[in-house]
């Protein structure tokens, strides 16, 4: 029989194509055998592990959208479906438990309510099927039609009160002219304040895809269009008084928050140069980073890391890893951080969480 140090072994060997997709990850699970769950601790405390930005697809929303030109979108099949394979990655890397954040959303290119309440219908009831499933290991969180503010309101009020979700996973971007800083989308922020709701914020891949200054090599829409967008939801939200107005939301930004975070000086000293563009706002920038905005870690660096800390302040980040997708951020990247002390990385790795959405402090239980 192989032993964890065997599996662990097998997979540094073979990492880029197990972390490609869930075919590569289920076939090396073939070989190997499930691995032994990793317990992380810090000190001689077990801590728990919680990662904010988790990645799913529910295969009954295929029923839904058949026969519609979004078929082709929803799938019933591959490294999103939520199976042993995922507590198996979990297991290895010694997450305890995943909030279910992110849902892909293309949903917000529908343009019949109807159609979109039943996409959305379809996603948080599987959503909450597999919480079921795997009790102590997600916690729910809602998709949105965010096209339709007031059915996004409604969804969202649904997943939390009579679905148990802690909160919802909205894209940062989507194609079309709306922004969620428009006064229409009041009806939704206000939801969100009044219900208490923690919302993950994720690029919705609409940055860049199609300008061919985003071509050729690097993967560029994504390498630097994902952080982009949720630079631009960031800034929107800041500039047009919407945190200001809804001083009560909660928003974490996946991918380190985009890139705001780490040119707050450049913000700062454009309002200072030309107040007239920054009339929305009531506060400096950096208060709505240390009161209201959050991000993830997702900066792979020690550097980026600390810049993160320096700038954010180390209540405002969470741990996140973009599961299924195979990016380099287990919770070693936190572990290691020297200029961390131990109560810092067990705050960010799940302490964080755990007190903005008065979880359990339990590794065993969500």
């Known amino acids: 029989m192989r032993t964890r140090r065997d599996f662990v072994k097998t997979l540094a ?49 295929a029923r839904v959208v058949k026969g519609t030109p979004f078929e082709r979108q929803a799938t019933t099949t591959g490294d999103g479906i939520i199976g042993p394979e995922r507590i198996a990655w979990m297991d290895r890397d010694g997450i305890d438990v995943a909030l279910l954040t992110q849902q892909g959303a293309f949903w917000y290119g529908v343009q ?3 159609l979109a309440r039943e996409i959305v219908k379809a ?48 894209s940062a971007g989507w194609a079309g002219a709306k922004n969620v800083t428009d006064p229409e989308y009041d009806v939704f922020w206000s939801k969100v304040q009044e219900l208490g709701a923690f919302m993950f914020m994720h690029p919705g891949g609409t940055n860049g895809n199609g300008d061919p200054h985003f071509g050729g090599k690097g993967a560029l829409p994504n390498t630097i269009g994902n952080p982009l967008e949720t630079t631009i939801f960031f800034s929107r939200l800041i500039y047009e008084g919407t945190l200001d107005k809804f001083p ?33 706002k009531k506060r400096p920038v ?32 969470v741990y996140g890893t973009d599961i299924p997708f195979g990016w380099p951020v287990t919770p070693d990247f936190i572990l290691n951080a ?29």
């Open 248 to 280: 009560g939301l909660k928003i974490c930004g996946a991918h380190g928050g985009g890139y705001l975070p780490s040119y707050l000086g450049r913000t700062d000293a454009q309002c200072r140069r030309q107040d007239d563009v920054c009339t929305g």
């Open 123 to 170: 996603q948080n009831e599987g959503t909450a099927a597999v919480v079921a499933r795997y009790p102590d290991r997600f916690i729910g969180m809602a998709s949105m039609p965010l096209q339709f503010p007031d059915l996004a309101a409604e969804a969202l009020e649904d997943g939390i009160k009579r679905l148990g979700f802690k909160g919802g996973g909205i």
């Open 286 to 317: 950096e208060d709505y980073f240390h009161t209201q905005l959050m991000a993830d870690i997702m900066v792979f660096r020690d550097e980026g890391l600390r810049h993160l800390v320096a700038e954010l302040g180390v209540p405002q980040l």
């Open 13 to 61: 060997a073979g990492t880029a194509a197990a972390y490609v997709g869930g075919r590569a990850w289920s076939d090396l699970l073939a070989q190997t055998g499930a691995p032994k769950r990793r317990e992380v601790s810090i000190g001689r405390k077990r801590i728990k592990v919680i990662d904010s930005h988790h990645h799913l697809n529910i295969a009954d929303v």
């Open 338 to 366: 020297k200029f961390l002390n131990d109560g810092q990385k067990e705050a960010i790795l799940g302490g964080n969480l755990i007190k903005l959405l008065k979880l359990s402090a339990s590794p065993t239980t969500a």
């Open 112 to 114: 019949d309510r109807g």
